[in-house]
């Protein structure tokens, strides 16, 4: 596999155990969509909620209708996709893959739009509120698209790698990671770095609705929510799983923290939603300073490899989350009793 796409980077060992079930089974392994022969490294609902859009290490983008789950469209984009995100539109999709091509399809056509050639390739996707496309690549660059995939101005230079971004809900500020870094993002000015807090957001990072606060999921374990614009740290919202362990006395248990590969905001953002390499999506109830307001998450469910993507419908109904296992899960969202759900299985 030529590109490591940031859920198998910072997730470490991949546990798979079970059979997948058939499409529509619902459990708390979630409604399962199955179809991708290999592991599913992005997920993004369009903006009008009509559509939900896999990107997998097969090479292939499908989008399935809400609410019935059906698939209903299917695109080659030939090499292993790493991220997908929808237009304003909600029938422009874009996808970025290991062959550094970045493609737009119309999905209510049903075709290839266009395509552009980067010089690396690209792990973050994601569309401005105005329509400009924002590709991260792993050559430190932000660049940024029009609809026919024009590149717009010079290209932000972010100083690393750059494994995923964000921008928020009126288009003046954007989020890159690692680290994590917050700029404007009509002039490119810099406003803040969290690299001294430990703040690197390998997995994912996203902004709560109006900007108020931002949560990254990190590599050496759980999640983070950070005040805005300074990037002090709120919240530590810890993933903590029991392992087997060999030591002087022989077997015992210690925790580990295990890394989160996916953040998503519900609407209000009154919820944030985490899942990773211990394959459970996990919610945790959030202030509206950024603050945690119960200190245990309720366990929406779980998969049965890491978790590499989470998003949340845009009107809050229903949670997806991709999976290195080959399917996407999707919960409904709404009062909810949570489930026994541990761990991979």
């Not at 079930?21 to 399962?32: F, K, R, Y």
Request: glycine share 14%.
């Amino acid at each position: 596999m030529r590109g490591l796409v940031r859920a198998a980077a910072v997730a470490g060992a991949m546990v798979l155990g079970g059979v997948m079930s058939a499409a529509g089974q619902a459990s708390s392994h979630g409604t399962e969509l199955v179809g991708h022969r290999k592991g599913v490294a992005s997920v993004a609902f369009s903006p009008d909620g009509r559509w939900l859009a896999s990107g997998g290490l097969d090479g292939v983008v499908r989008v399935w209708a809400t609410g019935t789950w059906k698939l209903t469209h299917t695109f080659d984009h030939g090499e292993e996709v790493y991220s997908v995100a929808f237009a304003p539109d909600s029938r422009t999709l874009a996808s970025s893959a290991g062959d550094n091509r970045v493609v737009l399809w119309d999905v209510e056509a049903n075709r290839q739009l266009r395509a552009t050639t980067l010089p690396t390739w690209s792990l973050a996707l994601t569309f401005a509120p105005d329509g400009t496309l924002l590709v991260g690549s792993m050559d430190g660059a932000v660049r940024r698209f029009d609809g026919t995939l024009r590149e717009k101005g010079a290209a932000l230079a972010s100083g690393n790698e750059v494994w995923s971004l964000t921008t928020s809900q009126d288009g003046r500020l954007l989020v890159t990671s690692v680290p994590i870094k917050l700029w404007e993002l009509d002039t490119g000015a810099e406003l803040a770095n969290l690299v001294r807090r430990r703040g690197y957001g390998q997995g994912s990072v996203a902004l709560a609705p109006g900007g108020r606060f931002l949560a990254s999921g990190e590599a050496i374990g759980g999640a983070r929510t950070w005040s805005l614009p300074d990037g002090m740290l709120l919240a530590t919202l810890e993933t903590n799983a029991e392992r087997r362990a060999v030591g002087g006395a022989g077997f015992g248990r210690v925790s580990v923290a295990m890394p989160v590969t996916g953040v998503a905001f519900t609407p209000d953002g009154g919820t944030l939603a985490t899942g990773g390499g211990d394959c459970l999506v996990r919610l945790w109830s959030v202030g509206p300073d950024g603050r945690l307001t119960s200190p245990a998450p309720v366990v929406l469910g779980a998969a049965r490899m890491t978790i590499t993507a989470i998003a949340i419908s845009p009107d809050g109904a229903y949670l997806a989350a991709s999976s290195l296992d080959r399917t996407v899960r999707v919960w409904p969202l709404g009062p909810r009793a949570g489930t026994q759900a541990t761990g991979c299985s």
